[in-house]
């Protein structure tokens, strides 16, 4: 089950990116950090309010937080896509949950 959502996870990766960086899917990529940026984070989350609520929801944590530099975990970041693809959305009152 794990290995199934991790090969999920990583394919999404893979279109998304794709569509943000606008290469085609196949090409092969350089390698990567497994860690993001703040404006990559945003991007893949769409707006900087959903990063913000999930990161008070507690989905997302930032790994390095310093006056011009946050860095997330690529694997967290791709997890609250997966998140919020199947419909979830985080709540401002922390851990609850709120079905679309």
């Known amino acids: ?3 199934e ?4 996870l990583a394919a ?3 279109r998304i990116l794709a569509a943000v960086v606008g290469r085609k899917p196949n090409q092969k990529a350089e390698i990567q950090s497994p860690f993001l940026k703040r404006k990559e984070a945003v991007q893949l989350l ?7 609520a999930c990161e008070r929801a507690g ?3 930032a790994m390095t937080r ?10 967290d970041v791709m997890a609250c896509v997966y998140r919020l693809s ?3 959305y985080p ?10």
């Open 59 to 61: 989905w997302l944590k």
């Open 86 to 88: 199947q419909g979830e």
């Open 12 to 14: 999404m990766e893979r």
């Open 46 to 52: 769409k707006t900087r309010s959903t990063l913000e």
């Open 91 to 100: 709540s401002n009152a922390g851990h609850m949950l709120h079905r679309i």
């Open 1 to 3: 089950m794990d290995e």
């Open 5 to 8: 959502l991790l090969n999920y």
């Open 66 to 75: 310093q006056k011009r530099l946050v860095l997330y975990r690529r694997t």
